[in-house]
């Protein structure tokens, strides 16, 4: 069932849809974390992620912070330094925060302490929802709906951020023994599927919601062009390996071959070579590399590097967004219980306008900077740092993941990370400029 957009008008039917909206996004979260040990909870093997435990607040805390405080009249804060621990970013709030790269170090709250934590502010949470006065109603809806999807948001990082932690472990670990794969196979050879360009509106309508960032609408102007149908796979990436694509300068752009040469970087994150065949860390331990299935974990250098090795080029977040348009938004999803992506449909199947999953298996690096569309501003105040202060030196991905709730993705949803990183479920799919 997808998540209610935040309907202004006061009504009964309206607040029991966002109450079970509430409920149902809080237990995946608590779903999540049920295969971990309570060793699990406080693990932060890299700076750019954080401990389960400190999701699991986090979350809490923003509710808190933007609904409980400031419109639940008599709310008891659960614990007065908790807005300073899990406030991740926001200076506005005036409380300050905890530095990022520290949040493994703490032992206390424990476990059970935060559980007891979110456990306060879903019942706090559910009677403001069935108490908030009709003036107040519009602003507590749509606040609602932005915190249901950001914690969707860390759903997937809760996930990808477990998977680096267990990938860390020499012992490989698994976070689920029952996740199915699919068996080692070849794909579908790569097709291209052509788009006449012209003059185009992206970027979100009135209609449901969306992120500030995913407005305002506008026109662009788009060059005939040609999108490959499919992600580029495991096999196809493993080509540009053999071929000595990270031993050749040429192909990277110059901050790239600095982060290839500085990390030692020879294959994407979690393969490792054993006894001459390639080999993957998923979240069901380690597994033989398939090459059908959608390269991951790779960044914004590495698939700029392939595509220049290829001949061709990554889209810009406008050919995709208009190639997605109409488009259904299935795949493989959270939902789904895969959390690994899969391969493409053989033939025709699972091809909507021409093209496979443009939605779930991984994030698609798109070559579009990440920058405020023409007459975006911020909205005021401390939620106007949720998207708008990160303007800057990240590029953009479009499409979801195997990690993401299928309710939670948008064809105008703007992902966006630094063009270094890996540890989500990142992948591309090629473009090229037709004659």
């Known amino acids: 069932m997808p998540l209610q957009p935040a309907r202004i008008h006061q009504d009964d039917a309206v607040r029991a849809d966002l109450s079970g909206d509430f409920r149902r996004v809080r237990a995946l979260t608590e779903q999540l974390c049920k295969p971990l040990a309570t060793e699990d909870y406080m693990l932060q093997t890299r700076i750019e992620t954080s401990p389960p435990k400190w999701h699991l607040a986090h979350v809490s805390w923003f509710y808190e912070t933007f609904l409980m405080r400031p419109f639940l009249p008599g709310y008891r804060v659960f614990h007065p330094r908790f807005e300073y621990l899990f406030n991740s970013y926001y200076e506005q709030t005036g409380t300050g925060f905890w530095p990022r790269p520290e949040r493994g170090l703490l032992s206390r709250p424990t476990v059970a302490e935060v559980y007891d934590y979110r456990h306060h502010v879903d019942e706090a949470m559910l009677r403001l929802i069935e108490d908030c006065p009709s003036a107040h109603w519009p602003t507590v809806a749509r606040r609602l709906s ?187 999803f959270v939902g789904e219980g895969y959390l690994h992506p899969r391969p493409a449909p053989h033939g025709t199947a699972g091809r909507v306008g021409g093209l496979k999953q443009l939605f779930g298996d991984v994030w698609e690096w798109t070559a579009s900077a990440y920058l405020p569309y023409p007459g975006y501003r911020a909205a005021p105040g401390a939620l106007g740092e949720y998207n708008g202060k990160f303007m800057c030196n990240q590029m953009v991905l479009r499409g979801g993941s195997c990690a993401s709730s299928q309710d939670h993705v948008r064809a105008t949803y703007r992902n966006f990370f630094y063009p270094q990183e890996r540890w989500q479920f990142k992948g591309f799919r090629l473009a090229e400029t037709t004659p």
């Open 146 to 332: 932005i915190g249901l999807h950001h914690e969707q948001q860390h759903q997937e990082l809760l996930v990808t951020d477990i998977k680096g932690n267990f990938a860390y472990n020499p012992l490989r670990p698994t976070y689920r023994d029952d996740l199915s794969h699919a068996p080692p196979s070849d794909p579908d050879p790569l097709r291209w599927v052509g788009f006449e360009g012209g003059l185009v509106e992206i970027g979100a309508d009135s209609q449901g919601f969306a992120y500030d960032n995913e407005g305002p609408r506008h026109r662009v102007f788009l060059a005939p062009f040609s999108l490959a149908d499919r992600p580029v796979t495991n096999g196809e990436f493993r080509q540009f390996i053999d071929d000595g694509g990270y031993r050749d300068p040429a192909l990277w752009l110059s901050d790239g071959w600095a982060t290839v040469r500085k990390e030692g970087w020879q294959a994407p994150l979690y393969w490792e070579e054993v006894d001459g065949e390639w080999q993957i860390m998923t979240l069901g331990g380690m597994r033989p590399l398939n090459p059908a299935e959608p390269v991951c974990h790779v960044s914004y250098y590495e698939a700029d590097a392939f595509a220049t090795w290829a001949g061709k080029r990554l889209p810009t977040e406008a050919e995709w967004e208009h190639a997605a348009k109409g488009v259904d938004i299935t795949g493989n």
